[in-house]
């Protein structure tokens, strides 16, 4: 391993940041002080190890890499009688593989893969040799190269089709020289007259995507050894924001020329299109005669009985404000200068925009899998693209101080395509302009976003995810350590690097428990009271429980009461998801927050926070419940997971909520909403 990659071991990967306390999880996050990488730390060998592990297991598989490292062994080791097996290789890799994203080896390979271009129609070189024998030839020949003593290896040319952009970063990584790279008629693309590796782009038909050979140069004699097809697999890892933002451009086609300005141009108002017309509900307003909100639900005629219009202002959004969205984009797609997001006029569409439609009426010539390429050909594909772009955005935006975020860069993401993804598929259609707009599954945006830093979702259990650890970094929502609701980014998600740690045991997932039901005993107390003002009547706090069941840990909210004992009633903290995105949210109003009615409302009465009232008699009024835990934000929070069971079917409960305005004000807007719950 070269100077500069031992440094970067040594200052990214060997030390141990101090593990950060999540209360509500009652764990920590981070790494241990004396695992196998801070072990390893403490020799030269160990961490030369570790460069080389790094750049490994970031971009392949661990058995490919612990198979190559197995190989690596018999070929150097001198007793080998007592080799650890490919399964216990493979074992340490994926202990290593959390500390070791953060070294920045897929960085380098991106730089490359920017760098070099695309030189056959056939394949991308995008590719990482997937086959140990052809690993262990690379790092034998590299080896010979730089044996410390006497060396009879003058130069190494490794030739490859796909995998070029990898097998120079490997290569700078390894030797800490920048090889040349050369196409195979001998045109130069890098070169380098200090460097003693050749890397020959292949690209005629005689080549298949696997070829791989390496060729090393004695001064004696020529030595020739040709790795096995290497069945390159594409390359994978997590990279640093900039990295991530110019391998998304690239691999978009957005990175240079026409397209780029294009994309400069439309970022902006797309993002902003994007923020505002994103429903994540239909904000049915119900029948006050006939309460007939199940029968809306279970029968999908929401459409009638949507609210007011003028009333969505009050809706909440699950990403921040435009600020905070712009300065994310800006972060990744430096070269777009957004300092701020714009507004379309009334009356355009982004693709009335100069660049855009200079870009989608281009050149029409050639054809793509036998289709002719056309302006309406282009248009598509200009919009499956800039949605990517977009979802990727809005999603980062949603992360607390994201500039060390590191994100998945994969070229077989499958929301590469917007296709069977529900926050893609919204996005291409405000784009595209669609005259119908249907509301999106808001755990189809947890879906993405946990995706764009490779957690795997929970087989379509997103709405159950509460908290997750991969590739080195723990993510959860802000608002269960905050306890704070706002009208912008009630989404918002913090993340540490680490992993999850629970009474002694790691995790790599945290998922919610399903509600129990139990005796309401806070509403039988209050449900007398006249409601006149805003007030706190529940002499009982959130208590957060944690279960370990096979292994795994999950979670669940309930209450305490003073004496310290704890209700048998659970609620699932994931639910306040869907009770956001159909809720609306009063911040202020002209009168003082604790102003109290004028007189008493015969339609109001308090509840509890996991309290609800008998659904009325046909032909009574609805009653509008009002949840009396004025000032307490965790039993704010537990009031917004009651959900409702529709045909079997789990669905928040619209809900209006208070902050700064007065009661009357927000009774006012229930009233005209429709809706029959409030949070003081």
């Not at 009879?152 to 490997?170: D, E, G, H, K, N």
């Not at 903290?573 to 956001?580: C, G, V």
Request: some cysteine.
């Amino acid at each position: 391993m070269s100077r500069e990659t031992c440094q970067k071991v040594e200052t990214c990967i060997v030390p141990t940041p101090p593990p950060v306390p999540i209360r509500f999880l009652q764990g920590v996050v981070g790494f241990s002080a004396n695992d196998s990488a801070s072990q390893l730390g403490k020799s030269l060998a160990g961490v030369q190890f570790l460069g080389l592990a790094a750049a490994l297991i970031t971009t392949m598989t661990p058995f490919v890499a612990g198979s190559a490292l197995q190989m690596m062994l018999r070929q150097t080791a001198e007793d080998k009688t007592l080799l650890p097996t490919i399964r216990q290789l493979k074992a340490l890799l994926e202990s290593l593989e959390p500390r070791c994203h953060t070294s920045g080896f897929i960085d380098s390979v991106i730089g490359y893969y920017r760098l070099v271009p695309q030189t056959s129609q056939q394949w991308n070189n995008n590719g990482v040799p997937n086959s140990p024998v052809a690993i262990e030839k690379i790092v034998d020949a590299f080896r010979q190269l730089n044996r410390i003593g006497g060396s009879t290896v003058t130069r190494v040319t490794i030739q490859s089709t796909a995998c070029v952009p990898w097998l120079a970063a490997f290569t700078t990584w390894c030797i800490g020289i920048p090889p040349s790279i050369y196409l195979e008629n001998g045109t130069s693309i890098i070169e380098n007259s200090n460097s003693s590796v050749d890397i020959i782009a292949l690209s005629g038909p005689e080549f298949d995507k696997d070829s791989l050979k390496v060729t090393i140069y004695h001064t004696i004699d020529r030595l020739v050894e040709l790795a096995e097809p290497a069945d390159s697999w594409h390359w994978r890892g997590m990279a640093s924001f900039e990295a991530y933002g110019k391998w998304l451009l690239k691999t978009c086609g957005f990175d240079t020329g026409d397209a780029l300005q294009a994309l400069n141009e439309a970022l902006p108002f797309a993002l902003s299109e994007c923020l505002k017309k994103l429903r994540f509900s239909r904000y049915v307003c119900f029948d006050h005669d006939t309460s007939n909100l199940f029968f809306c639900m279970a029968h999908r005629k929401a459409r009638e009985h949507e609210i007011d219009k003028d009333l969505l202002i009050h809706r909440l959004s699950p990403f921040p404000d435009s600020r905070i969205v712009a300065h994310a984009a800006s972060l990744m797609f430096p070269s777009s200068n957004i300092h701020s997001l714009a507004i379309l006029p009334d009356g355009f569409e982004i693709f009335d925009l100069p660049m855009v439609k200079t870009y989608i009426q281009g050149r029409q010539d050639g054809c793509i899998d036998a289709k002719p390429i056309t302006a309406e050909f282009r248009r598509r594909a200009f919009v499956d693209k800039l949605a990517w772009v977009v979802a990727d955005a809005l999603c980062v935006s949603l992360f607390h101080m994201p500039e060390d975020l590191r994100l998945w860069a994969c070229n077989d993401r499958p929301e590469k395509s917007n296709r069977n993804y529900d926050f893609g598929d919204s996005i291409r259609n405000i784009i595209s302009r669609r005259s119908s707009l249907e509301p999106c599954i808001i755990s189809s945006v947890v879906k993405w976003a946990l995706r764009l830093t490779s957690h795997p979702c929970l087989d379509g259990r997103e709405d159950e995810w509460i908290m997750s650890s991969f590739k080195g970094q723990a993510i959860y929502p802000m608002i269960f350590d905050t306890q704070c609701i706002e009208k912008n980014g009630y989404l918002t998600l913090s993340w540490l690097r680490g992993t999850i740690q629970h009474n002694g045991d790691k995790y790599s997932v945290v998922h919610c428990n399903r509600m129990t039901k139990g005796e309401d005993t806070v509403t039988t107390l209050i449900a007398d009271i006249p409601v006149t003002r805003p007030s706190n009547l529940v002499p009982v706090e959130m208590v957060w429980k944690t279960s370990d069941y096979d292994f795994k840990l999950a979670v669940s909210l309930s209450i305490k009461s003073p004496k310290g004992g704890v209700g048998h009633a659970t609620r699932p903290p994931s639910a306040i998801w869907s009770t956001l995105a159909k809720s609306l949210i009063l911040e202020g109003c002209i009168h003082e927050p604790r102003e109290p009615l004028p007189s008493e409302d015969p339609i109001c009465h308090y509840i509890g926070p996991m309290g609800s009232r008998p659904k009325p008699m046909k032909g009574q009024k609805s009653q509008i419940n009002v949840v009396a835990i004025d000032g307490a934000d965790d039993l704010r929070l537990l009031a917004l997971t009651e959900e409702h069971i529709d045909f079997s079917h789990t669905s928040g409960i619209p809900t209006v909520i208070r902050k700064q305005a007065c009661i009357s004000c927000c009774l006012e807007l229930c009233k005209k909403a429709g809706y029959l719950r409030l949070i003081l």
